[in-house]
Nanobody
Framework: QVQLVESGGALVQPGESLRLSCAAS???????????MNWYRQAPGKQRELVAR???????NYADSVKGRFTISRDNKKKMTWLQMNSLKPEDTAVYYC?????WGQGTQVTVSS
């Protein structure tokens, strides 16, 4: 059973940056690299949406709303995934979740407000 733990969420002002981290455990580094990693977010009253994904070979995809501002990365040996978020906007406020196949983290709150 893969466990995912997110961290790095905070209250920030518009225009600021945050870096979210996702640590995977219960899996070898060789198995970790076999699947893509995803970041989702869910704002109050809205459906969970895919923000960014990175494949096992490093290819990335982003939601249109975050292109050019967010960057997803991974380190397979460390079993870590990150989401660098720049130029944050109030509409980025949400709980951010790390996902691998059928495994989900508990989420980390990001609030962007002046």
């Amino acid at each position: 059973q893969v466990q995912l733990v997110e961290s790095g969420g905070a209250l920030v002002q518009p225009g600021e940056s945050l870096r979210l981290s996702c640590a995977a455990s219960g899996i070898s580094d060789l198995d970790f690299l076999l699947a893509g990693m995803n970041w989702y977010r869910q704002a109050p009253g809205k459906q969970r949406e895919l923000v960014a994904r990175i494949s096992n070979n490093g290819d990335t995809n982003y939601a249109d709303s975050v292109k050019g501002r967010f960057t997803i990365s991974r380190d397979n040996k460390k079993k870590m995934t990150w989401l660098q978020m720049n130029s944050l906007k109030p509409e980025d406020t949400a709980v951010y979740y790390c996902n691998r196949v059928n495994s989900w983290g508990q989420g980390t709150q990001v609030t962007v407000s002046s």
